[in-house]
C-alpha cells in the first residue's frame, strides 16, 4: 500500500533526489519547504512555510505516515543563529508534530560534520561524536533531541551522511568545477593525502529509505565503499576533464588563515566547517549500513565527482534560484587564485 | 531543565514558563506531561495563561537573573517584580506550596575561610543581583506570614552540571588550560552544588510537610577551597582520558578588591560587567552549612564535586561543546 512520505527540506538538493526516489516507488509526497521546488512534480504536495513555525510543521505531519528530515542550515550559511534556530529548533518541530500526528518512522539526515576532526579512522557508529564549529554542534544537539523523541515513543533513525555528490549538487564544489573547466590548478592544502569520503546522492536516497522501511530506531553512517584521498578524488577529476587543470598543495596553515581572514571580510564562500575538514581525514566504516539496511553505494569517490562535474558543465549558464546546495558559490577572492599559471 | 527531567514520571502534568520560544518544543518532545507557556515573567499576561485552570499546584519559581547584559535594572525587574507576579498568580490560584530558589548572594561573603553561612545568617546582600535576591525573599516570606500560601526558600550556590550556562562551560575550559586565575592564595572556601544534588533538594522542599516556611541552605556536602575547585576539575579532566595545561596562575588579593569597588561603582550608575563582577567576588569565601537541610529534610547531597565535574564534562562533550 502506498505510504505518505513527508520530505521537509524537499525542494532543495538532496529532497529533492528523495522526493523524485519516493515518487519511484509508488508512495504519496508532500514537501515541506521554505521555498517551492523549481518545478513541482505531478501529485506532490507542498507545504511552504518555515520550520520554526509549530502550526506549519504540525499541518505538515497531518496524514503522513513516514517524515524524511532534511532541512537544515548548511556551513555555507554562516549565521549561527541561523544553524542553531533552524537545526536545533526545526527539529524539535518537526519531532514534536510527528509524534503527535502518530508517525510510524522518521529518518533525520544529520550530518558527519558531528565528528569534528576524528581521533582515528575509520569512524563507526561508537565513534563519540566531538563537533568542532558551529555547524556540527547544532547537527549533535539535533541528534540529541532525536534520542528525546525516540524516549517518548516516536521511531527514529539518524543518517550521517559524508560529504554529498552528486549530478546537481552545486555549493562548495561549484568553485572546483569552475577552476577545473578553466583549466586552472585546483589546490589541495597540504600533501593532499588525507582520506576523503563522499556519497553519491542516489546512495544516499536509498539508505534514507532503506532506514524509512526498517522498524526500530537506528543510526547509520553513509559513505562510498570506494574512496581514496583528497588528492586522488581530484587528480581522478582533472584526468577525466582533460583541461590542463593540475592538482597543487598549498601549505595548510597559510591556507587555513587566509580561508579564514577572505571569510571573515565576506572576500570568498568559506565556512569554518570548510577550512578545518577539508585537509582532514574522515572516513566511515558503513559496515552497520550495509548488515542492517543491506545497502551498498553504488558509486565511488572518482565516478561521482567526475557525473558531477560534468552536471555542472552541462548547467553552469542556467539560473541558480535554488537553497546553498543548488547554487554555485560567489568565487571572490578566489578568482585571483584561479588567474595564477 | 534539570528539575524538569526530574519531573517527569512523578507528575501527571507540568506547566512551564519558558522565555525562549525554541524551548518549547524541546521540552514537549522529553515527555507530554509538559505543558508549555512561552512568555516572559514580567509579563502579568502570561502569568494568567501560566496558572489559567491550574489549582492545587507545586510551584517551582526559578526565574532569575544572575549576569545582565550591561545594566542592572533587570535584577529587579525579573528577580523581583517577577517574583512578586508569580507569587500573587500562585496565590490566587491557591497553590499549595511555593518553592523559591534563591542565592548565596543574600548573604554576601564569609568574615573568613572557616565561617560558614547558615539559615540564621543575616542578610547581607551582594551587589544588585544580591539585593534583588533578598527583596524576593522577603516578598516570599510575606506571603507566609500572611498565611497566603505555604512557601520553602532555597538558597544555592555555585552550581554546575548538565545543561549549565555557557560561562560554566567557560570556567572549565579555562581550568583546563591552567588559566583560570586564583584570586589570593586560593585558601578562601566555596560552596558549589551539583544540578542533581540541587534538584534532589528541591523536590524535597516541595514534598516534606515540615519545610513550610522554612529557608534551607542546598549545597554539596562541604564547601572546598578555590585551589582545590581548580584541582579538582582538572582532576576530572584527568579522570575522563584528557590532558590537562597550564599551571595555576595567581592574581594579587588586592586585583580583586579593586574589582569589587569597580562592580561596586559601576553598579551604582546602573551598569554590569559580568568579567569584573565575577573578578570581585574570586576572593572571597562563600560557605554555606546544610546541617539544617540534612536534619528538617533529610537532604544527603547524592554526588561530590570530582564526580559532579565529570559528569559536567561528559554533558559538555556529548553536546558539542568544546573544552
Known sequence: MARTFLVTGGSGYFGGVLVDRCLERGDQVRILDVNAPSELRDGVDLVQGDVRDADTVRAACDGVDVVLHNIAQVPLARDRDLFWSVNVSGTAQVLVAARDAGVQKVVHTSSSAVYGIPEANPVTEQTKPRPLEAYGRAKLEAEALCADATRSGLDVTIIRPRTILGHGRLGIMSALYDFVAAGAPVYVLGSGDNRYQFVHADDLADACLRAADRAGPAAYNVGATEFGTMRETLEALVESAGTGSRVRSLPVGPARVAMRAASLIGAAPFAPYHWLLYSESLWFDTARARNELDWSPRLSNAQMIVESYEWYLGHRDGEATGSHHQSPVRLGLLGLLKRLP | ?323
Open chain 2, 1 to 323: 531543565m534539570n528539575l524538569l527531567r526530574a519531573l517527569t514520571g512523578t507528575r501527571s502534568r507540568v506547566r512551564c514558563l519558558v522565555h525562549d520560544p525554541a524551548q518549547a518544543p524541546q521540552l514537549a518532545l522529553i515527555d507530554d506531561v509538559f505543558d508549555v507557556v512561552v512568555g516572559d515573567v514580567r509579563d502579568p499576561t502570561a502569568l494568567a495563561t501560566l496558572f489559567e485552570g491550574v489549582s492545587a499546584a507545586t510551584v517551582f519559581h526559578a526565574a532569575a537573573v544572575i549576569h545582565p547584559a550591561g545594566r542592572t535594572r533587570e535584577f529587579f525587574d525579573v528577580n523581583v517584580g517577577g517574583t512578586e507576579l508569580v507569587l500573587d498568580a500562585a496565590v490566587r490560584s491557591g497553590s499549595a506550596r511555593f518553592v523559591h530558589v534563591s542565592s548565596n548572594s543574600v548573604c554576601g561573603a564569609n568574615p573568613g575561610p572557616d565561617d560558614r553561612f547558615t539559615e540564621e545568617s543575616p542578610y547581607a546582600p551582594y551587589m544588585g543581583y544580591g539585593q534583588s535576591k533578598e527583596e524576593a525573599e522577603r516578598l516570599v516570606a510575606r506571603a507566609s506570614d500572611r498565611g497566603d500560601l505555604e512557601t520553602v526558600v532555597v538558597r544555592a550556590p555555585w552550581f554546575y552540571g548538565p545543561f549549565q550556562p555557557d560561562r560554566q562551560t567557560r570556567f572549565l575550559a579555562t581550568a583546563r588550560r591552567g588559566r583560570f586565575p586564583l584570586v589570593g592564595d586560593g585558601s578562601n572556601r566555596r560552596s558549589m552544588v551539583y544540578t542533581q544534588n540541587l534538584v534532589d533538594g528541591l523536590l524535597l522542599a516541595a514534598s516534606v510537610p515540615a519545610a513550610a516556611g522554612r529557608t534551607y541552605w542546598i549545597a554539596d556536602g562541604e564547601p572546598v577551597a578555590m585551589r582545590d575547585v581548580i584541582a579538582t576539575v582538572r582532576a576530572a579532566f584527568v579522570a575522563e582520558g584528557m590532558e590537562v595545561s597550564g599551571g595555576s596562575p595567581r592574581m594579587p588579593r588586592l586585583v580583586g578588591v579593586v574589582a569589587e569597588h569597580v562592580d561596586a561603582l559601576l553598579q551604582r550608575g546602573g551598569r554590569y560587567s559580568q568579567t569584573i563582577h565575577v573578578l570581585g567576588e574570586l576572593k572571597d569565601t562563600i560557605a554555606c552549612d546544610i546541617s539544617r537541610a540534612r536534619r528538617e529534610l533529610g537532604y544527603e547531597p547524592q554526588v561530590d564535586l570530582l564526580e559532579g565535574m565529570r559528569r559536567s564534562i561528559r554533558w559538555c562533550l556529548d553536546h558539542g561543546h568544546a573544552l
